[in-house]
């Protein structure tokens, strides 16, 4: 089992930046290809960015893609999201979310139906 806390939310102004973390438990977040979603008030949760369980491969949303970096420390048992350029319109709660058993070390996943495990969110506000 795999448990997510994120952390490194907060109230930034537009042109800003932010890192997200998310720390996790258990002895299999090496094995695990990770994400980061998003959901605003009143809107759907949509895909942020993937890393895959080697860390060689990325993948981004169009609308984040070259503002936000993803990445992963397997020595710590974290990821994080880089958040920079930030715009009002990337308010939302921020949720990561882990693959526990991804098809290849370079498999990346954009829809939360393959993800088996989801932190609690933590909210970024982003003020014009």
């Known amino acids: 089992q795999v448990q997510l806390v994120e952390s490194g939310g907060g109230l930034v102004q537009a042109g800003g930046s932010l890192r997200l973390s998310c720390a996790a438990s258990?002895?299999?977040?090496?094995?695990?290809?990770l994400g980061w979603f998003r959901q605003a008030p009143g809107k759907e949760r949509e895909f942020v960015a993937a890393i895959s369980r080697s860390g060689l491969n990325v993948l981004y949303a169009d609308s984040v893609n070259g503002r936000f970096t993803i990445s992963r420390d397997n020595a710590k048992n974290t990821q994080y999201l880089q958040m920079n350029s930030l715009k009002p319109e990337d308010t939302a709660v921020y949720y990561c979310a882990a693959v526990v058993r991804p098809v290849s070390g370079n498999a990346l996943y954009s829809s939360g139906l393959h993800y088996d495990y989801w932190g609690q969110g933590t909210q970024v506000t982003v003020s014009s």
């Open positions: 258990g002895r299999t977040f090496s094995l695990c290809a």
